[in-house]
């Protein structure tokens, strides 16, 4: 299939691998293509400039944010969510509607102290927020919930027996999404329903960060641990 | 030990219960006895009245607020979020003073819609809160991130192979706690660490609520899956 992913970060760079992994073609977009490639300083987490993750991964091809939404049957969201209403801007309604939009993004808010906040929550979300800005959109939130290695592939751990949800408006879109997410490795994917229900998962972050810090790990999931038949 | 339960409500109850199973002396505060005596309805939810539960728990006791924490070397509130800081209040700092209190309640709002949102959080939770207001209690937030039976009993689902977590600013005190919960049959107990990491555990409910919603049973918990050592 074509994918845009949008955002050259750690997961736009762990999805958009995986996913030409799997046969997949894929533009990875950013803001501003030429500025992108022009850097040359890691990330400050050892991940190499741009320039040298594109060399290293040849089978992903950088673009803009409009030219990898207009590449994609399916695009995926891996900007920072401080960054994503006007990421999609950029990429443009005509390049997104219709499409299905994996949101990957997290509201984090680091201005407020470490653990970062967030900034919507509650009442709210960035999953609704995306998709009342992009009505004609078929967002569905997904893999928002542990790192990057464990999204992409989730038999890192434990055999990929730990649980990913989904959010979202249209059943079937989240039934496509469903079947991507298989193909990565997951098992267990609980559909929380509509895309309102993105609150459940946006507002676990705390509680992501907090294990992090106690477990001195990123590498750790949660298992909905439940009776057969629920 | 003497325990005092502060709440009459399915967790107060269930915590009561599991309590006076183990061996303590258990008293349950309530605002005012007399009158939570005289009620004759069920609660909507099937649990009868006060009063008929305490004819079928003739162990436990029934107390004020402040007799409630009188009696406890330890004290738990179970009260409903909304009214904790006055269930304590009404207990009274000279009762609570220097001892644990296992802060089990939610910061559950009904008034903007169902699911409920939560009436504290992202920077500050009712653990802090709590906290704040009684300066010289030793708060652990914990057992709030799932249904009262699996509280009191873990070994109910999947042999208790699933994760509850402690937020409290005293190593002591958690390590008291913790000691209590595994006589509940707790075995995988994580410390998040401080009081603020409670922020974690209560903004864990909103997902907690649409997981009901999705798998139709309260009956399910998280396990947190990760690597040996960590």
Known sequence: MNIGVLGTGTVGRTIAARLVELGHSVIIGTRDPAKTLARTESDGMGNPPPSVWLEQNPKVKLGSFAEAAAHG?????????????DALKAASEANLN???????????DGSKGMPPSLFVSNTDSLGEQIQRAFPDVKVVKALNTMNAHLMANPQLLANG?????????????KAAVSELLRTFG???IIDLGAITTARGPEMYLPIWLRLWGALQTSLFQVKVVRKAGN
Chains 1, 2 share one sequence.
């Open 186 to 188: 997951w098992e267990d």
């Open 98 to 108: 219709g499409k299905i939009l994996i949101d990957i993004a997290n509201p984090l």
């Open 161 to 173: 027996d730990h649980t990913v949800f989904m959010s979202g408006n249209e059943v079937a879109a």
């Open 73 to 85: 049957e399916m695009v995926v969201n891996a900007t920072n969510g401080d960054g994503s209403l």
